[in-house]
Nanobody, 125 residues
Framework: QVQLVESGGGSVQAGGSLRLSCVASGYYYRYNAMAWFRQAPGKEREAVAHILRMYGDTSFADSVKGRFTLSLNKAGNRVYLQMNSLKPEDTAMYYC??????????????????WGQGTQVTVSS
C-alpha cells in the first residue's frame, strides 16, 4: 500500500504563486513515477506534470509549461509542484499520484496506482 498526502493548496489572485507538496509513505519505492493531476468542476481530470523518481526527468502539460516546475526531495518520497503566474483556468482540485511509467504516455491516469485526497487551488481574476 501507498499513502499520499497533499498540502499547499489555497486561494490566490491571478499572477500569484503556490507550492503544492505531496508526501508518499508505504511501498512508494516500488513505483518509478509521481505525478500531479487536476480536475475542475464539470471537467475531466487532466495530467499536469510528472517526474521519474530515479532520474528526475520531468514532463508537463502544454497548458502549464514555463509556469510550473516539479522537484523531488533526496529521499524520493516528496514531490513539490511550484506554480507561478497562476491563471483562473488553473483553478481545480489537484491530486498527487504514484505509479509506473515506462513510455511517453505519462499523462494516462491508468498508469497510476495510488492517489491522494487532493488539495484545492483557486485562482481569482
Amino acid at each position: 500500500q501507498v499513502q499520499l498526502v497533499e498540502s499547499g493548496g489555497g486561494s490566490v489572485q491571478a499572477g500569484g504563486s503556490l507550492r503544492l507538496s505531496c508526501v508518499a509513505s508505504g511501498y512508494y519505492y516500488r513505483y518509478n513515477a509521481m505525478a500531479w493531476f487536476r480536475q475542475a468542476p464539470g471537467k475531466e481530470r487532466e495530467a499536469v506534470a510528472h517526474i521519474l523518481r530515479m532520474y528526475g526527468d520531468t514532463s508537463f502539460a502544454d497548458s502549464v509549461k514555463g509556469r510550473f516546475t516539479l522537484s523531488l526531495n533526496k529521499a524520493g518520497n516528496r514531490v513539490y509542484l511550484q506554480m507561478n503566474s497562476l491563471k483562473p483556468e488553473d483553478t481545480a482540485m489537484y491530486y498527487c499520484a504514484v505509479g509506473s511509467v515506462y513510455d511517453d504516455d505519462w499523462a494516462a491516469s491508468r498508469n497510476y496506482n495510488y492517489w491522494g485526497q487532493g488539495t484545492q487551488v483557486t485562482v481569482s481574476s
